[in-house]
């Protein structure tokens, strides 16, 4: 019993990181945005965070501190979203979108 509860516990901590990493993200790209930010719909915010978890999920957490969230322009977290909606209906595969979000955050990182 006492391993189960240990995974648990280490499953926890996992999503726990997980949301605090896209939540702070999401708040690097709300500032960076300024009032620009108001065209963008809590619906909007949910497609955005999907994707997010899910670019989180896949990179390795270097990468990850590598990008720079507030170089992100308007029609990029527009883009970003419009992927989220897709992928949750299943008309992108997420694979695709992995390798566009890549692409995407891959022009933000201090390298590029």
Do not use: C, H
């Not at 240990?6 to 949301?19: P, T």
């Not at 702070?24 to 619906?43: P, T």
């Not at 670019?55 to 590598?66: F, G, M, V, Y």
Request: net charge positive; charged share 30%.
């Amino acid at each position: 019993m006492p391993d189960v509860k240990r995974d648990e516990v280490g499953r926890r901590v996992f999503q726990l990181k997980q949301q605090q990493s896209v939540e702070g993200a999401i708040a690097i790209i709300r500032s960076a945005q300024g009032k620009k930010w108001n065209d963008i719909s809590e619906e909007d915010v949910g497609s955005l965070r999907l994707m997010l978890e899910e670019l989180w999920l896949q990179a390795d957490r270097e990468t990850w501190k590598s990008y720079s969230f507030s170089r992100l322009k308007l029609n990029d977290i527009l883009s970003i979203v419009r992927m989220g909606y897709s992928v949750k209906n299943g008309m992108l595969p997420k694979k695709e979108a992995l390798n566009q979000l890549s692409e995407i955050f891959g022009r933000t990182t201090s390298d590029a």
